[in-house]
């Protein structure tokens, strides 16, 4: 099994969606129960652990988080924003098609 390596850039991202769910999740009834069972998971530990920088945010999980807190993702991922958001702004974003277009290109992503 491979170790999930968490970078500064990880952390960061982290961060800045951890904010972003603070001042936001109340006003969307928006638990991280709620988004951890979105994000594929069990419930809460899911969420929390892609908050708290346990588990770094891949494209289908910042996508859903962009999605839920009705944000962008270029708030809390710079660097996910530029793979996700131009296809985002053409209308065609979704977690399966994201994941079609980066098998066709050769990448293995683990979206699931």
Do not use: C
């Not at 988080?65 to 985002?88: G, M, N, R, T």
């Amino acid at each position: 099994m491979v170790k999930n390596v968490i970078t500064e850039e990880h952390r960061k991202e982290a961060s800045a969606l951890k904010a972003i769910y603070k001042a936001k999740s109340k006003h969307l009834n928006l638990t991280q129960e709620k988004l951890g069972i979105k994000l594929g998971g069990s419930g809460q530990s899911t969420a929390s652990n892609y908050l708290n920088a346990v588990t770094a945010l891949n494209l289908r999980s910042a996508w859903i988080f962009a999605k839920e807190l009705d944000v962008s993702v270029s708030e809390f991922s710079p660097s996910l924003a530029s793979i996700i958001e131009p296809d985002q702004q053409a209308g065609d974003i979704s977690p399966d098609l994201l994941r079609e277009k980066w098998e066709r290109l050769g990448v293995l992503l683990w979206l699931y």
